[in-house]
């Protein structure tokens, strides 16, 4: 078989990270649902396809064809390691589970035990996709697993029971927002701690080219202060609008003619909602993220300073 090179680099994705409609177009491939019908064996296959295709083997196969594969892979291979993800962990299960869970958050909001399940619930499923996209260079001991799942879990109850108290004698509607107060909490305390060891001994930053240049703990704050403003801006157009929607549904009496109608209709409208809140969303900041050499370490700077040619960027992944 004759070795070609290949024709266009699949070590980037095919749209341009730079521009946010990239981005999105990127994600929208990667986040795509139908991603998880795809079964190991499609999944290897695709791999070994695109390894063959870097190696210059299979340059009869249409671009399209490559690409197929290549999302395929991002969806379901870890970016840094190379592994394959646990499959509720991926960003293409993020639709189907999320919407069930959410849903089931909103519709069985009034009472104690229906609060602790469904948060537990949430923050265990939350507790898997930060552990599953987390940095490949920061392994996560069990230890901070647990005990940053205990204190996402004990956020999301404490914030949901007392705000449920407290909104006893206010208007439904304040109620129904309960719900996403508990998540935006849970996941400001989640996401660092499930990350903190990043946070005490760095992320790699690397040049444009991907050779590595030291360890920073600046830009691990900064990647996983962005990792948390995206997820709680995914959780928002689903958690904040459809209320208004089932708060109006409401009122009208549709719920006491059809009282079983509350559950689908929410599951239905947080799937709607999640199929594009979820790719928009992680695209608000790049995933190779940047950071100026004059922003990290001053003993990583006298580094950089020192190289041959010191670039202007440096580059990280900021995880998902």
């Known amino acids: 078989m004759s070795i070609l090179p290949p024709q266009f680099n699949l070590d980037a994705p095919r749209f341009d990270q730079s521009s946010y409609s990239g981005r999105a177009k990127h994600f929208f491939s990667t986040t795509n649902p139908l991603n998880c019908l795809a079964t190991d064996a499609h999944l290897d296959a695709a791999k070994d396809t695109v390894d063959k295709y870097k190696r210059g083997e299979l340059n009869h196969l249409s671009e399209d064809e490559i690409w197929a594969a290549k999302n395929l892979v991002d969806s379901a291979f870890h970016p840094d390691t190379g592994e394959k993800m646990f499959l509720p962990g991926r960003m293409s299960a993020q639709v189907p589970f999320n919407m069930t869970i959410t849903g089931c958050m909103m519709t069985f909001y009034k009472t104690t035990p229906a609060v602790v399940f469904w948060q537990w619930v949430n923050q265990s499923f939350n507790a898997l996709v930060n552990y599953t996209n987390r940095s490949g260079d920061t392994p996560i001991p069990l230890a901070t697993l647990g005990s940053s799942y205990c204190a996402a879990t004990g956020a999301a109850l404490g914030t949901a029971l007392g705000l449920n108290h407290l909104t006893k004698s206010m208007p439904p509607l304040v109620g129904r927002m309960v719900p996403f107060c508990a998540v935006a909490a849970a996941n400001c305390l989640n996401i660092p701690l499930m990350r903190r060891l990043e946070l005490q001994e760095g992320i790699m930053l690397e040049t444009k080219e991907g050779e590595p240049v030291g ?68 695209a608000i900041f790049e995933q190779k993220a940047s950071i100026k050499p004059t922003a990290v370490e001053s003993e990583l700077q006298a580094k950089i300073k020192s190289m041959a040619n010191p670039p202007e960027l440096l580059y990280y992944n900021k995880g998902l």
Do not use: H
């Open 215 to 282: 360890i920073s703990k600046i830009a691990a704050k900064e990647g996983i202060g962005m990792v948390t403003i995206s997820r709680i801006a995914m959780a928002m157009p689903g958690m904040v609008m459809i209320p208004l929607v089932m708060n109006s549904l409401d009122s009208k009496g549709l719920f006491k003619k059809y009282p079983k109608a509350n559950l689908p209709i929410q599951v239905t409208l947080v799937g709607l909602v999640l199929t594009f809140a979820t790719p928009l969303c992680c």
